[in-house]
């Protein structure tokens, strides 16, 4: 007899979406694509921020984590909609300035920040520059 559950497994509520009309039928070698990756963004978030500043990457460098001299770890990461954002923990804020002057491109949320309009394109050295900007906007350092 088959062993019985206490839950259920909901069914999608959309179709699943439509295949391209134009197929990918060459593919790029790795890293030709995605030349970095969130955990090497985080690196050389770290670096730009100078000593006292570390960083590691997550899972497959999915994420990153970036620390330093505030009690606030910050956390790199693609959200739901495709933007590179860092989430930290406003309320372990080490009397950070309330209204910090955020760089061109960036942008806040209650849980952090994000750069809606950063690609891979941009580059690691100007993605990096952002975030470093942008964290030192942010905790007045």
Same mark, same amino acid.
């Given at each position: 007899?088959?062993?019985?559950?206490?839950?259920? &497994?909901? /069914?999608?509520?959309?179709?699943?979406?439509?295949? #391209?009309?134009?197929?990918?039928?060459?593919?790029?070698?790795?890293?030709?694509?995605? #030349?970095? *990756?969130?955990?090497? &963004?985080?690196?050389?978030?770290?670096?730009?921020?100078?000593? @006292?500043?570390?960083?590691?990457?997550?899972?497959? @460098?999915?994420?990153?984590? &970036?620390?330093?001299?505030?009690?606030?770890?910050?956390?790199?990461?693609?959200?739901?909609?495709?933007? +590179?954002?860092? %989430?930290? =923990? %406003? /309320? /372990?804020?080490?009397?950070?300035?309330?209204?910090? !002057?955020? #760089?061109?491109? %960036?942008?806040?949320? *209650?849980?952090?920040?994000?750069?809606?309009?950063?690609? %891979?394109?941009?580059?690691? =050295?100007?993605?990096?520059? !952002?975030?470093?900007?942008? +964290?030192?906007? &942010?905790? @007045?350092?």
């Amino acid at each position: 007899m088959p062993e019985q559950t206490d839950h259920l &497994i909901a /069914a999608p509520t959309e179709p699943p979406p439509a295949p #391209p009309a134009k197929l990918r039928m060459h593919y790029p070698a790795p890293g030709v694509e995605y #030349p970095f *990756s969130v955990g090497d &963004i985080a690196y050389a978030t770290a670096r730009r921020l100078g000593p @006292g500043w570390g960083a590691d990457a997550g899972y497959w @460098g999915t994420q990153g984590a &970036i620390w330093g001299p505030h009690t606030a770890a910050f956390t790199l990461l693609i959200d739901v909609e495709g933007d +590179l954002t860092m %989430v930290y =923990d %406003v /309320a /372990a804020s080490d009397e950070w300035p309330e209204a910090p !002057q955020l #760089p061109p491109g %960036v942008r806040e949320f *209650s849980a952090g920040l994000f750069l809606p309009d950063a690609c %891979v394109t941009d580059g690691l =050295d100007h993605i990096a520059d !952002q975030l470093a900007a942008a +964290l030192r906007a &942010i905790t @007045g350092t």
